[in-house]
């Protein structure tokens, strides 16, 4: 097997990581949920956050070959077509983003589905080279109906890309509310990334992290399994939907929903820009 490098960097505004997995033989890598830097207020993009990252993968003279996005964000911006304009590397989602896209798309009269803006669709079963490895795609449904797990294996460790599948233990599980998701779904999909066994690594897209303890990427199957708050500890799958449905039913909607949920299904890809050099991104209103 190969020598596997994981870094991990974390988006303090939107409590993401953005994790680079690097083939230690062949200097190739791979960037996941790469994060734009975006202020609502202002309506201002930028990349400090990912401009870091990419100074990082030049330095080291890495060939960045993957831009692996988790699922459709609702949290954060991804800067996806810019890592990609820099660096280069394929953007790959899974098959099933084409039901996430063709629902937004008539929320904001957009026309995502009909473009083809994702390089790479995978689904369960598939592989994507890395050097003298491989990335093994997972299909775990549930928070979306297009989450994706990434495993990849190395001499040492077996280390999964799990999206927001799984928080750290103390805050729990993902939401299941949006267009898609299901509480019965995500159940089944933790199982599937419990199965990869007790020593496996997590890495996650997000952490809340209360005051008593910083931020944490990555955490075992194992430290899951035992003290996960909604599904350790031999939590059936009805009391974990139970669980699920009356937490979500507290939650408000995230505070970047409607300009993530407009970049993302198309890539990473910013609005055209109108006749004056103006971009714009739509707000819903009821």
């Known amino acids: ?16 990581f953005c994790h680079l997995i690097i083939d230690g033989e062949t200097k190739t890598a791979a960037l996941v949920d ?9 309506g201002r993009f930028s990349y400090e956050f990912i401009c870091a990252i990419l100074a990082s993968i030049k330095d080291r003279q890495l060939t960045l070959g993957w831009i ?8 954060h911006l991804t800067a996806a077509q810019y890592v990609k304009q820099q660096a280069g590397g394929q953007v790959v989602t899974s098959t099933c983003v084409s ?17 083809a803006l994702f390089d790479v669709l995978v689904e369960s079963g598939d592989t994507l080279p890395l050097g003298a490895s491989a990335i093994e795609v997972l299909s ?9 797990t990434y495993v990849v294996r190395s001499d040492e460790q077996v280390s999964a890309f799990i999206g927001d599948t799984l928080f750290m233990p103390d805050v729990g599980t993902a939401r299941c509310d949006f267009p898609g998701g299901d509480g019965a779904q995500l159940y089944d999909s933790i199982q599937t990334i419990f199965s990869l066994g007790d020593e496996t690594q997590l890495y996650l897209c997000h952490d809340y992290p209360p005051e008593n303890r910083e931020a944490c990427a990555s955490i075992s199957v194992a ?3 035992k003290n996960n708050i909604h599904c350790g500890q ?5 009391q974990f939907v139970k669980v699920r449905l009356q937490r979500d039913e507290t939650l408000a909607p995230p505070k970047l929903l ?24 739509r707000i819903p209103i009821r």
């Open 223 to 225: 430290q899951q399994k």
């Open 1 to 16: 097997m190969a020598s596997i490098n994981i870094e991990s960097f974390y988006h303090q505004d939107s409590q993401t």
């Open 99 to 115: 039901g996430v896209q063709q629902h937004f798309d008539g929320v904001f009269d957009l026309h995502s589905e009909q473009e």
């Open 234 to 238: 031999g939590v059936s799958k009805e």
């Open 140 to 148: 775990t449904p549930g928070h979306t109906q297009a989450c994706l």
């Open 34 to 42: 790469p994060v734009m830097d975006y202020n609502a207020a202002g």
């Open 68 to 75: 692996l996005e988790t699922h459709i964000h609702a949290d």
């Open 258 to 281: 409607l300009p993530s949920l407009q970049i993302n299904i198309r890539a990473g890809y910013l609005p055209d820009a109108d006749h004056e050099g103006r971009r714009f991104l």
